[in-house]
């Protein structure tokens, strides 16, 4: 059983309100990332961290960000939500090297209206 | 990391054998070959990987081509839970810390 939690499961929310999507890992994993999927599409790479202190931005522009300050830690924040941010957001964790395999969440499934 | 290319979407009879093809053709020597599904409403989950050898656990098999430009993920029983889409991903061990990139993957269904 993959120890990475995502809260919450399911979010619905107005225009212009600041959220912040919850991540947490507990196998001490020096990787995280968080990644976007609209239903039946492909998942995007939004944002990745290596470790504390570390954030880079995926390969699918977003206007969310990031922060790591605990390793176990890396939440998701939205400044102003919009319509356009709806989708699923999932949040994942590996260990340092390569050729290890990623855990998931079970996502939070997002809408603004 | 080096492309994938898979079939959009696959059917097979439940307790049937299922072989997910996924080919490979610049493929580099250092690239392991990973697949990772996604049931419905869930996230992504570690099926399995190798390099260049065939490899076997407890949820599928793996068969890597000699020429390594292709694999096949070999289900050895569908049931009706193995309904989810497939993803091939190759992950180049010194291309440096890449994160895992996802493509459309095959869709698999499985008929009761």
């Known amino acids: 059983e993959a120890d990475i939690y995502q809260t919450p499961r399911y979010l619905v929310i107005g225009t212009g309100k600041k959220i912040t999507l919850e991540c947490s890992q507990t196998?001490?994993?020096?990787?995280m990332y968080w990644y976007q999927q609209d239903p039946g599409m492909e998942l995007h790479l939004i944002h990745y961290s290596y470790g504390v202190n570390s954030t880079e931005k995926g390969d699918l522009s977003s206007e969310s960000t990031v922060s790591r300050i605990r390793t176990e830690h890396f939440p998701l924040t939205l400044e102003s939500a919009r319509p356009s941010h709806t989708s699923q957001y999932l949040c994942?964790?590996?260990?340092?090297?390569?050729?290890?395999?990623?855990?998931f969440g079970q996502g939070t499934r997002l809408t603004v209206v | 990391d080096a492309k994938t290319t898979q079939p959009n979407s696959m059917e097979s009879n439940e307790e049937e054998p299922v072989h997910l093809p996924c080919n490979h053709s610049?493929?580099?020597?250092?690239?392991?070959i990973h697949w990772y599904r996604q049931l419905p409403s869930q996230g992504p989950e570690y099926v399995i990987h190798?390099?260049?050898s065939n490899v076997n656990n407890r949820m599928a098999s793996l068969a890597i081509a000699e020429d390594r430009k292709s694999s096949t993920l070999i289900l050895h029983r569908a049931t009706l839970r193995d309904a989810a889409v497939y993803y091939c991903i190759l992950r180049d061990v010194d291309s440096g810390n890449t994160p895992l990139v996802f493509g459309k993957g095959t869709r698999l269904s499985v008929i009761a």
């Open positions: 196998m001490g994993h020096d990787k």
């Open positions: 190798g390099l260049t």
């Open positions: 610049t493929i580099s020597g250092t690239d392991y």
């Open positions: 994942a964790s590996s260990e340092y090297w390569m050729n290890t395999e990623a855990f």
